[in-house]
C-alpha cells in the first residue's frame, strides 16, 4: 500500500485512509488473498479518485463538499438493545429480518425463519474472515470499484453487512428484511455496509433494505449491494429511507441478471438530508425482465437524487422504469437515467418515465434522461414531467365538500400510489404508506 | 333560500357579471340561458367559488349566510353543488373513496356522525341505480377515461349522494347524445323533492324538454335581460337570440 500518499488528503479522506491502514496492519498475512488483494486496489482508487466535486458529470447537482468536510466515526461501539427498537417499531415484520446497527450484523435482534437448505445468511464480517472463497467469486465483480468512489470506498473498508444465497429451484416464501439502523446518539457515525445477495437458478425470493436513523448527531452511510439473478430466477427487491436530516446516505444497488430471470425493484425515500441512490442493472441474457420503480417526498432542505442505468446487453429484453417525486418546500431532487443498448441487443424494449409535483416555488427538480443505442431494432422511449397540481382538480373537490388541504393531500396520495402499490412486501409497503401520510399531514 | 343582489364579478380585467338579480325559492328550477360569453357559467362558477373570478360588487346569501364569505368546500357542505361542464380527471383517487371523504367531510360540518362502510355502501347503490350508472364505473379513478356521458352521469350521482339543497347544472346537456340525455335529465328530475332547487345553465331549449322549469332568464351581456316561464325558452329555440340582444343593444345606444 506503499502507493497511497496520505499527505495531501484531510477531513473525512484522511480519516478513511488512516482507517484503511490500521485495518490492514490487523490482517495477519491474510493480504495476499484475493479478496484482500481487491480492498487494496479499491483503496488505491479510491485515493486517486477522491471524493467527487460537482465538476464530475454524474455529481454536477449533488455536492458532498459538506459531507467531506466532517468526520465520523467508523467504529463505534453502541448498546442499541430491543428497548431501542421498540421505540421505532416496523409493525407486522414477520420471516427473515436482520438488523445491523451502525452497519454491523446485531445476531440478538436479528431472526431467520427460512430453512437453511434454501437460504444461507451470513455476516458479510463472517464471510470475509472466515470463508472468503465464499464471496471471491461475486465480491467486486459486479460494482464499479475503478471509477466510482463511494464504491471503492466501500470495497476497501466494508466491514460488515450480509451474504445472502438462495439455492437454486427454490421459492423463499419468507421476505428477507435487513434493517440498518445508524445511532447517532452520542457521534457522528459513519458505516459501509456492503451485500451480496445471490439467487440461485429458477429459485424467487423478496428482499428489502430499510435505513433509519436514530439520534440527533450526523450520520454517514456508504452502502453496496451487489445481486446476482441467476437464470429465470425472480427478484423483488425495495429499498425504503427514512433518515434523519442530519445524514448522508450513498447507496449502489448493482444487479447483474442472467437470461429470462425476472429483477423487479422499489426505492422510496421517505427522509434523509442528502441521499444518492445507483441502480444500476445489467441484462446479460435474452428474455430478461427488469422493472424499477421510485419514489422520493423530500421537504425542508432534503435532496435526493436517484441515477439509474438499464444496460442491455443481449436481445430480446424488456426494461420498465418509473420514478415518481413530490418535492416539498427548499427540497432538491435529481433523476438521470441512463439506458444502454448494445449492438447485440436487437428487439429491446426500454421504457422510461419521470414525473414530479412541486407544491412550493422554492422547490426544484432536475431530470436527466440519457438514451445510448447501438442496435437498430428496437423501442425505447422516455418522459419526464415537473408540474404542480391541477387547480382545476383542487377547486373540483373543494366544490364536493373536501377542504383544499385535504384535495392536495389526496392528490398527492393518489400520485404516490403508482409506486407504493408495486411493493409486495405487506409491512413494508403500509410502513410507507405511514410515512408518506405522516410527511403529507405536516405539510 | 338564494338571494342574489346587484352581483359584479369579473376575470383579470375583464367584468364579466354585471349587476345580477335573483330570487330562487326551495323547489324552483330557473333555467338561465343567453348566447355564448353572456356570462351564463361565470355565474354558477362564483356560486359555487371558484377562485379566477373577483366579486366587486353585491351579495349573495344562501339559507341568511353571506355566500361569498364561504370556501367552495364550506358552500358545499352549507348545500350547494356545482355539476361541472367539464368534470375534471383525477387519476389515483377513486369514486367510491372520493365521495366517502367528500360525504363525511359534509357531514362533520353539519355536527353529524360520518357514515360506515355499510351505511355508505347502501347509500351508494340507491343512488347509483336513480342515475343508471355501472358500479364498476364507481370503482375506477374519478372520470379518468370516462365518456362524456360517463362523466355527466357521474356528476348527477354524485349531486344525488350528497343531497344538496340546490344544484347548479352548468351546460350539463353539452357533448350528450339524445338517450344520455336523457338519462341525465331523467336523474335530476328524481331529486326533485318539491324542497330541493336547481339552476340549469344551458344554451339549448333540449334540456329543458326534460327538466321543465319554472322560470327561465336571459342573460346578456352580464345582465338578466328578460324573465320568464317555459314558453320563453320555446320562442328562445324558435327565434335565437338575435332578437333579445337587438333590443339590448338599442336600449343601450340611446
Excluded at chain 1, 466491514?159 to 421459492?171: E, T
Excluded at chain 1, 437458478?201 to 428482499?207: A, F, G, L, P, R
Excluded at chain 1, 445489467?282 to 427488469?290: K, N, Q
Amino acid at each position: 500500500m506503499s502507493s497511497i500518499d496520505n499527505k495531501d488528503a484531510s477531513g473525512l479522506k484522511a480519516e478513511l485512509i488512516a482507517d484503511f491502514q490500521s485495518s490492514q496492519a490487523k490482517l495477519n498475512g491474510k493480504s495476499a488473498l484475493p479478496v484482500h488483494q481487491l480492498r487494496g486496489e479499491a483503496m488505491q482508487n479510491f485515493d486517486k479518485l477522491g471524493f467527487p466535486t460537482t465538476r464530475h458529470e454524474e455529481w454536477k447537482y449533488s455536492n458532498v463538499s459538506n459531507l467531506v468536510k466532517q468526520t465520523f466515526d467508523f467504529h463505534t461501539k453502541t448498546d442499541f438493545n430491543q428497548a431501542d427498537l421498540d421505540k421505532i417499531p416496523l409493525p407486522h415484520l414477520t420471516g427473515n429480518v436482520l438488523y445491523f446497527i451502525n452497519g454491523v450484523y446485531n445476531a440478538e435482534l436479528s431472526q431467520i425463519a427460512t430453512a437453511e437448505n434454501k437460504l444461507k445468511v451470513i455476516p458479510f464480517a463472517d464471510a470475509l474472515a472466515q470463508q472468503p472463497e465464499l464471496i471471491e467469486g461475486y465480491f467486486g465483480k459486479y460494482a464499479n470499484y475503478e471509477t466510482d468512489a463511494f464504491t471503492a470506498l466501500n470495497t476497501a473498508l466494508a466491514n460488515d453487512g450480509v451474504v445472502v444465497q438462495v439455492a437454486d429451484n427454490k421459492i423463499v416464501e419468507e421476505p428477507i428484511i435487513l434493517r440498518f439502523i445508524s445511532d447517532v446518539r452520542s457521534a457522528n457515525v459513519g458505516s459501509q455496509p456492503r451485500n451480496l445477495i445471490i439467487v440461485g437458478k429458477n429459485s424467487q425470493v423478496k428482499i428489502a433494505e430499510a435505513y433509519r436513523t436514530v439520534g440527533e448527531e450526523a450520520a454517514f452511510v456508504n452502502t453496496v449491494t451487489e445481486i446476482i439473478v441467476d437464470e429465470s430466477a425472480m427478484v423483488d427487491y425495495y429499498k425504503v429511507q427514512n433518515e434523519s436530516d442530519k445524514s448522508y446516505h450513498i447507496g449502489t444497488t448493482q444487479v447483474y441478471q442472467k437470461g429470462n430471470s425476472y429483477f423487479y425493484a422499489a426505492t422510496a425515500t421517505l427522509n434523509g438530508g442528502f441521499v444518492r441512490n445507483n441502480l444500476n442493472v445489467v441484462l446479460d441474457g435474452e428474455h430478461i425482465e427488469s422493472r424499477l420503480f421510485g419514489l422520493y417526498v423530500p421537504n425542508g432542505k432534503q435532496h435526493v437524487d436517484n441515477h439509474t442505468v438499464v444496460d442491455h446487453r443481449k436481445p430480446n429484453c424488456e426494461s420498465h422504469e418509473l420514478y415518481k417525486g413530490i418535492l416539498m418546500d427548499k427540497s432538491t431532487g435529481v433523476f438521470n437515467g441512463k439506458i444502454f443498448v448494445r449492438e447485440d441487443a436487437q428487439k429491446t424494449n426500454a421504457y422510461q418515465n419521470c414525473r414530479n409535483v412541486v407544491t412550493s416555488d422554492e422547490a426544484t427538480m432536475n431530470t436527466k434522461p440519457q438514451l445510448e443505442i447501438w442496435a437498430d431494432d428496437v423501442k425505447c422511449s422516455h418522459g419526464t414531467t415537473t408540474g404542480q397540481l391541477n387547480d382545476e382538480a383542487i377547486f373540483y373537490m373543494q366544490s364536493r365538500g373536501i377542504p383544499k388541504k385535504e384535495a392536495i393531500r389526496l392528490q398527492l396520495l393518489a400520485f404516490a400510489q403508482d409506486v407504493v402499490t408495486q411493493i409486495k412486501i405487506d409491512s413494508i409497503r403500509e410502513y410507507i404508506e405511514e410515512l408518506i401520510l405522516a410527511k403529507l399531514e405536516a405539510a | 333560500m338564494l338571494t342574489i343582489s346587484n352581483l359584479h364579478a369579473r376575470i383579470e380585467e375583464k367584468e364579466i357579471l354585471r349587476g345580477i338579480n335573483l330570487e330562487i325559492k326551495p323547489g324552483e328550477v330557473h333555467a338561465i340561458m343567453g348566447p355564448n360569453g353572456s356570462g351564463k357559467s361565470t355565474l354558477a362558477s362564483v356560486l359555487a367559488g371558484r377562485e379566477d373570478y373577483e366579486v366587486t360588487d353585491g351579495s349573495v346569501t344562501f339559507h341568511g349566510k353571506d355566500l361569498l364569505d364561504l370556501a367552495p368546500e364550506k358552500r358545499a357542505a352549507e348545500g350547494i353543488f356545482l355539476a361541472f361542464q367539464y368534470p375534471v380527471e383525477i387519476p389515483g383517487v377513486t369514486t367510491i373513496n372520493f365521495l366517502k371523504t367528500a360525504l363525511n367531510e359534509i357531514r362533520k360540518y353539519n355536527g353529524q356522525e360520518p357514515l360506515d362502510a355499510a351505511q355508505f355502501l347502501k347509500r351508494m347503490k340507491e343512488k347509483a341505480k336513480l342515475v343508471k350508472i355501472d358500479d364498476a364505473l364507481l370503482k375506477r379513478s374519478l372520470n379518468e377515461g370516462f365518456s362524456g356521458g360517463e362523466k355527466k352521469r357521474n356528476e348527477i350521482f354524485q349531486m344525488a349522494m350528497l343531497e344538496p339543497s340546490l344544484g347548479l347544472l352548468d351546460e350539463t346537456d353539452s357533448g350528450l347524445d339524445i338517450d344520455a340525455l336523457r338519462i341525465v335529465a331523467e336523474g335530476v328530475n328524481q331529486l326533485r323533492d318539491g324542497k330541493r332547487s336547481f339552476v340549469v345553465v344551458t344554451h339549448y331549449q333540449r334540456l329543458l324538454d326534460y327538466i321543465v322549469p319554472d322560470f327561465v332568464h336571459v342573460l346578456y351581456k352580464g345582465r338578466i335581460v328578460k324573465s320568464g316561464t317555459k314558453e320563453l325558452a320555446l320562442e328562445l329555440e324558435e327565434k335565437g337570440y338575435d332578437w333579445i340582444k337587438n333590443e339590448v343593444d338599442a336600449l343601450e345606444t340611446v
